[in-house]
């Protein structure tokens, strides 16, 4: 970590002042006291300078995750120098955000990634490309109830008001990988953080009337939508951003209007 790296020649010069302190009974205990500030501002900041480092040196995504990219439609339609971006900007996601592991160990890095993927997406044509009030991520292996839906064993929610984003890993890799054949939960919850965080877009109205369209676009009716996620009421706005992004052309041809709205809105 450049944090780190930064200190060493600080925390090299704290072990030679104290050495020579002690050899010399105290003559060099002034000039520890600077060090030590400088070390403890280090320590405090190190969030801070780490994320200034990495934003203007991006790191790539390793072997492994790009492997994992070649299944995900979007990725494979950008250009070339845009890919580098993507992946530049998912590392940095990953960094920025809490990821939380719920009913395992840790998230592992793989799962990491298509969480950022799918936030990337969204905001991929914006200069900010996070959603700071909603750094948190929790991975559970399977459904479950929360708070807000305790009678549904569900795969995916976002709760505002403690910026939590949640996940079923069962449903968010099968959406990824498979994005044809299941419904991508990640693209979905973060469509919804997208228009939270900017709600003075001029989305398009998508209501009941509009899943007909939506179907034929994806193949998947509101009635699969709903029993994938396991929750009533699925946003239809939501589920038309998350098709804009990986069924592009169906899109286009079904609701031309609300496809150009989405390529001013996401600036693609």
Do not use: C
């Amino acid at each position: 970590m450049p944090a780190r790296i930064l200190s060493i020649p600080f925390a090299l010069a704290f072990l030679i002042l104290l050495y020579l302190n002690f050899k010399t009974s105290g003559q060099y205990a002034f000039y520890l006291i600077p060090v030590v500030f400088i070390l403890t501002m280090i320590y405090i900041l190190s969030p801070q300078i780490n994320w200034w480092w990495y934003k203007r040196n991006p790191p790539d995504v390793a072997a492994p995750i790009r492997a994992l990219l070649f299944k995900y439609p979007f990725y494979q339609r950008l250009p070339e120098g845009q890919k580098k971006r993507f992946r530049e900007r998912m590392a940095l996601f990953v960094m920025g955000n809490n990821f939380i592991p719920q009913g395992v160990e840790i998230v592992s890095e793989d799962v990491k990634a298509i969480v950022a993927a799918n936030a990337v997406t969204v905001t991929f044509g914006q200069k900010d490309f996070l959603f700071p009030k909603f750094e948190n991520v929790i991975i559970n292996p399977k459904p479950l109830p929360t708070l807000q839906y305790p009678d549904n064993y569900h795969a995916s929610e976002i709760y505002e008001p403690d910026g939590v984003v949640l996940f079923a890993m069962e449903q968010l890799v099968k959406g990824f990988v498979e994005s044809t054949r299941y419904f991508n939960i990640g693209l979905y919850e973060y469509a919804k953080v997208f228009i939270i965080t900017y709600p003075n877009n001029l989305y398009p109205t998508l209501d009941e009337n509009s899943w007909n369209a939506l179907e034929r676009i994806s193949g998947f009716s509101k009635e699969w939508i709903e029993k994938w996620i396991n929750l009533p009421d699925v946003d239809p706005l939501a589920v038309s951003i998350a098709h804009f992004f990986i069924f592009p052309e169906p899109f286009r041809v079904e609701l031309p209007e609300e496809f150009e709205t989405y390529r001013n809105i996401f600036k693609m």
